[in-house]
């Protein structure tokens, strides 16, 4: 008798085990998960409004799912970290973003919020949460910005069960950035390209993801003056200006990447007769060794090498 309580015991302690490894490492398969999205979003509001969160804080939380190494590593960041005034963990705890715990202990099938993309919560409520704390000028322009309106989540770019974010770190944001920006990706692989492959930049150095004023969420108020940001002797004004370059720098370079040099969206003298179609130049213009002016060396640049302004007395054409 005392063999069989022995062996029934150990079944009941194997599979009681077997359920807890199952239950606090496979988070991503949640018992809410085939709820209706819309009755998950009302019972959360349900729970927001009647407010019962846990006295215990992280310790009612841990009590479960203390064994997932994703959630402990919450304490490896700032958000975990609770000396730090304004962190999670030095309010709420972990239902500062997750809401209160309601019932949820109880099984764990009341739903709470989560994030990312197979979260049921919508991408505005979930980024409401983060707003709550992360609402300081960087991100006063983040309704209604690009990101914004496409429902992206803050989980879709950032991790903060992490010690280091990827995407606020220079080594890995570009990366992050286009696994979505898939053109970009491609355009920063061509032969002519500002220096992203390499990290010597980022693509916060032009942009503010969470919104600008600007097109494209650009840092500075036009893409010229962003441009200007680091290629300072191209700034104006000159005395002999050229139009295309004072409206938008744009309207000749990409600024990702190109097949041609100088980052142009086309080559010369495609390029320039784009606008100069009629200044009569006819296409047998020679040099003195009689090759082509149009497809030798620098195309139109071999006589009109100022192509971005002249402050010379005699550089109307751009020439010297």
């Known amino acids: 008798m005392n063999m069989e309580y022995a062996w029934i015991k ?29 009755e998950v979003e009302a019972i959360l509001d349900k729970k927001f409004a009647e407010g019962k969160y846990s006295p215990k804080g992280a310790d009612s939380c841990l009590m479960c799912h203390r064994r997932s190494a994703e959630v402990m590593a919450l304490f490896d960041g700032v958000h975990g970290n609770p000396d730090i005034k ?75 069960h992490t010690g280091k974010d990827p995407i606020s770190e220079r080594k890995t944001e570009v990366e992050v950035c286009t696994s979505c920006h898939t053109q970009q990706k491609a355009d920063l692989h061509k032969r002519s390209a500002h220096p992203l492959k390499w990290q ?51 309207n000749c370079h990409n600024p990702h990447g190109s097949v041609n040099e100088g980052m142009l969206i086309s080559k010369p003298p495609q390029l320039c007769q784009s606008c100069h179609a009629s200044d009569g130049h006819t296409s047998n213009a020679v040099f003195g060794n009689q090759k082509n002016a149009f497809n030798a060396g620098q195309s139109c640049m071999n006589c009109h090498s100022q192509v971005h302004g002249s402050n010379h007395p005699s550089g109307k054409l751009l020439q010297r």
């Not at 940001?229 to 409206?247: F, I, Q, Y």
């Open 10 to 38: 150990g079944k009941v302690i194997s599979c009681l085990l077997l359920f807890l490894t199952a239950f606090s490492f496979n988070l991503a398969s949640a018992p809410w998960d085939d709820k209706d999205p819309a």
């Open 86 to 160: 304004g962190s999670p963990m030095a309010d709420l705890q972990c239902e500062a973003c997750h809401g209160p715990q309601g019932s949820h202990n109880r099984g764990g099938k009341e739903p709470m919020i989560t994030f990312g993309d197979q979260s049921p919560v919508p991408a505005q409520k979930q980024n409401s949460v983060c707003m709550s704390c992360h609402n300081d000028d960087k991100r006063m322009a983040w309704s209604g910005n690009h990101h914004d309106t496409a429902d992206v989540s803050c989980a879709s770019c950032h991790l903060v």
């Open 200 to 250: 010597q930049m980022v693509c916060s150095d032009c942009h503010n993801p969470h919104g600008s004023l600007s097109d494209s969420n650009l840092k500075q108020m036009s893409v010229n003056e962003n441009c200007y940001a680091c290629h300072a002797e191209k700034r104006g004004p000159k005395l002999w200006e050229h139009s295309p370059v004072t409206d938008n720098c744009a």
